[in-house]
Structure formats: C-alpha cells, structure tokens
C-alpha cells in the first residue's frame, strides 16, 4: 500500500476514533500555537478559526471576523484581489504573495500571505490562509526609496537647501595593505574601476567587500553617477523584488508607482551584497535584466533601459553556493566577468602592524585619547590571532582597547582585551562530566554565549549577529531553535 493511502486510512481511524468536536479542538489549539497569522474560511466564506497573531497583524477583534463573512469582516479587499476568494471559487493556491489593504480601524496592513483551497471528496470545503506581517519592513523600505529618489533629484537639480553630514566615500587611497597578495588583490580592483564589466567579490566577512566596492566606483568613471547598495538578505522576497525593479500601480494590491534601484542607479554602480541570499527565482529574473539590460517594474509592462554597473558580493566560495543551490550556476558566470578574491587576514597578518596605526589614530581622535604608539608585545599578541571576523574584529579590538584607556601614551598588553583564547574553551571542555548527551551540552554553551552577546548589543540582532561573526538569518534561526524570540 503506498504511502498516501496509509496515511488517509491513518487519518480516518483518527477521525472515528476522536470525533468531530475533538478535531474541532485540536485544529483549534494548534493554530492558537502557531506564531504566523492563520485565518480558515469555511466553503461559504464565514470564518472558522481565526488566531491571536492574525488579529495582531490586522488589529481587529477575533469576534469581528469569526463567524462572518470574509468581504464583510474585510470590507477594503476587493473580491478581484482576495487570496481567500479565488482559493475557494476558482481552487486556486497563492504562495510568497504580497498584500496590502485596509482593515476595519482604516489601518493599511501589508502581509506575505500564502493560501490554499482545502479539499474533501472533490469539493472545496475551507480556505486556509497564512500570514506574516511585513507592513513595518515595507514602510522602512519605501522611506528609503523615497528619500534616494528625494536625494538623487536635489543633486542633480542642486535645490537641496540642508547642510546635511556627508556619507564617507571610500578610495583606493583609504585602503590600507602592503602585503604581496593584497596588493596584487587592488591592482585588479583599480583596473575593474576603468570600465563597466561586471564584478564579483568574493571575501570572508570583515574584509572589506563594500569598501572596495566604493573604491571601484568612487576612483571609476562612474564617480559622479549614483551609488548604491543593497543587502540581500536583509529584505524577504516580495519586498526585494520591487526595492530592485520598483512597483507600478496597479501591479498588485496598494502598489504605487515607485522606481526601484536599478532606476535610481542609472548611469551609476550598483552593489548586491550577499547575493547568494536572494531568492533563486529572483536570481533567474535578475539574470534576464543583465542579459537584456532593461527592467519591467512589478506589475508593470514598460520596459525600461538601464545602464547600471553592477558589483556582486559574497562571503562563501561561489562553488560552495553553486552546490548548495544557493546561487545559480548561470548568474555567476554572468557577473563573474571580473572576479576579485580579498584575502583574509589571517592570509595578510605582516599588514596587521599598519592596520593598527591606522586603527589607533582614528579612535583616539574619536574618543580624546593620546594613545600614540604601540608596544611590540601587543603586535606580537595581535599577530598570533586568526580573526575569524578579519579586519573589522580587529578594528574592534583595538577600538575597545583605546576606549577603556587611561591616561596611557603607549597601547600596552594590559589594554588588550583579546577574544577567548583556546586555553579557554579547552576548560570549558574539560567540564562536561557525561551526565547530559554532549550535543545538549554544547547546546546549553551555544545558547548562554548568543544569550550574553544578545544583551550586551541591547537586544540588535545585526549588531550580535556581527559580534558573533554569523550571518543574521543564522543567529535568526538560532534564537527560535533557543526559544530567545524577541517579543
């Protein structure tokens, strides 16, 4: 017997063996467990199960939605528009779908949805809807849209009328290295900055990506045209998608004309940080634009030419993320035109003496200390580290040491504060007695380390995510496995 049918006769002895008001409640508690937004219509569109966190999306009442229709409880949703309506009418499904409308207290809630017709003997005989609230990350990043659209228009047009703080624009000339391999690493760079080729970046994190980013585009003959950056993996996919290619009325629910970066950046560079963490659908639509050098916004049907530089960066070899189906085969070969290998500095520890002096100057004028020299026994202490954050855990150190200083003029060994050193993880070893499964063990070490950095960056993921040298989406995923949610 296949697996199916053993499951469905599973499923039937349950079924007779509960009866119809204990399945009423177990469906019920589990979707009262459930942390995303869930919402059951029955075949006439009433609401059968509606959960606390759907009603905290969408600030109403659980009782003004049970029990009502889903156009009356929902009254701004076009029935055109409603997930919950083609899954019941037409038996469609709705994955990844981005919405937006207006709940009952006149609020706009936008919502990553998906939604599924359920079925019994043939017949559609409930809708399921389930929901994650993305209206603070697309208010975020529409104000950030607007106001590089608002930027780009003041600079060209020169009617800015703020004296506002310059953003640091990085040169070849801030970065710092006399090491062989490095320097052969920069020459490459400065000859990518002579022309409009494709780059991809390939660099641990902490070394130094976007710096050299800026470099190619600030010492290239693009300087005067737009730069920007984009993280990938700091938007979900139905946000991303519009940030890059903009949105067009029309195209979906609540969407408005909006241009999206590869406009705001033509004629200019564009950097796509981490692009290994973009969604591989998108990576395929990305690789159309590259090929065809013009974009449509969501939604929309012009099609748009752009001149764009693009930069792509990663901080995991490209062949590990082509295995793991994290980057597509086809878009690497596309930006991989000009391909740069920032070594790690562990690779470049003769340059960790000018990186110091470096270091040093910059915090001491920042926090008014007059640490001017530094002693040999710090640089040999420095040296014997692998920094697994490279350059920016060194920066980190000294700038930690220049901070806690005194009236001190020479950074002495008794200023360093050094990460754990390997005598100290090995005691740590040492403690473990055999009374708990050593994964447990290492699980309760692992959970009080994120739970210390956690309160120590005030509660930021992407600043303990950095202290911890893992990518956000990993510590993310820890805190839910630790159940360290913040609430």
């Given at each position: 017997?296949?697996?199916?049918?053993?499951?469905?006769?599973?499923?039937?002895?349950?079924?007779?063996?509960?009866?119809?008001?204990?399945y009423i409640s177990i469906i019920d508690t589990l979707v009262k467990m459930i942390d995303e937004g869930v919402y059951i219509v029955d075949s006439d569109?009433?609401?059968?199960?509606?959960?606390?966190?759907?009603?905290?999306?969408?600030?109403?009442?659980?009782?003004?939605?049970?029990?009502?229709?889903?156009?009356d409880a929902f009254p701004g949703v076009e029935l055109k528009d409603s997930t919950l309506f083609r899954a019941l009418k037409k038996k469609e499904s709705s994955k990844k779908n981005q919405q937006s409308y207006v709940n009952l207290r006149g609020k706009k809630v936008t919502t990553n949805n998906m939604t599924m017709p359920v079925f019994s003997k043939g017949k559609t005989v409930a809708a399921l809807e389930i929901a994650k609230d993305i209206s603070r990350i697309e208010e975020l990043s529409n104000t950030i849209q607007d106001l590089r659209q608002k930027e780009r228009s003041e600079r060209r047009t020169g009617k800015s009328r703020e004296v506002k703080p310059k953003m640091k624009h990085y040169h070849f000339s801030d970065i710092i290295g006399q090491n062989a391999k490095f320097l052969q690493t920069i020459s490459l760079a400065k000859r990518a900055a002579e022309n409009s080729a494709t780059v991809f970046i390939y660099g641990e994190t902490g070394t130094g990506k976007e710096l050299l980013a800026q470099s190619i585009h600030y010492d290239g003959a693009r300087r005067d045209s737009p730069f920007l950056a984009q993280n990938c993996a700091a938007m979900p996919e139905t946000l991303l998608e519009g940030i890059l290619f903009g949105t067009a009325k029309g195209g979906f629910t609540g969407a408005v004309d909006r241009a999206g970066l590869f406009e705001q950046a033509n004629g200019g560079t564009l950097l796509l940080d981490e692009i290994s963490a973009m969604p591989y659908e998108l990576q395929s639509k990305l690789l159309r634009v590259l090929q065809e050098e013009y974009i449509r916004r969501v939604g929309g049907t012009e099609e748009i030419p752009i001149d764009v530089h693009i930069i792509a960066t990663v901080n995991e070899p490209p062949e590990e993320l082509i295995a793991a189906g994290k980057l597509r085969k086809d878009l690497y070969y596309r930006l991989n035109v000009v391909n740069i290998n920032l070594p790690p500095l562990r690779e470049r520890k003769d340059d960790i003496p000018l990186l110091v002096e470096s270091f040093l100057d910059k915090h001491c004028k920042r926090f008014g200390k007059e640490l001017w020299m530094v002693s040999d026994d710090v640089i040999k202490t420095l040296k014997s580290y692998n920094y697994p954050g490279n350059i920016r855990e060194l920066e980190n150190i000294i700038m930690q040491s220049v901070a806690l200083a005194g009236n001190e003029h020479v950074l002495t060994r008794k200023l360093l504060h050094m990460p754990a050193s390997i005598r100290q993880i090995g005691?740590?070893?040492?403690?473990?007695?055999?009374?708990?499964?050593?994964?447990?063990y290492l699980d309760n070490i692992e959970k009080e380390v994120i739970r210390r950095t956690m309160i120590e960056e005030g509660g930021v993921i992407s600043r303990a995510a950095d202290k911890l040298h893992i990518k956000r989406q990993t510590l993310q995923h820890k805190l839910k496995k630790y159940r360290m949610n913040q609430r």
């Open positions: 017997m296949s697996k199916t049918k053993d499951g469905a006769k599973n499923l039937a002895l349950i079924r007779d063996k509960l009866g119809k008001d204990d569109g009433k609401g059968l199960f509606y959960n606390e966190a759907m009603a905290k999306i969408e600030d109403v009442n659980i009782n003004d939605v049970l029990g009502k229709e889903f156009q005691d740590v070893a040492g403690q473990w007695d055999g009374s708990e499964p050593l994964d447990i």
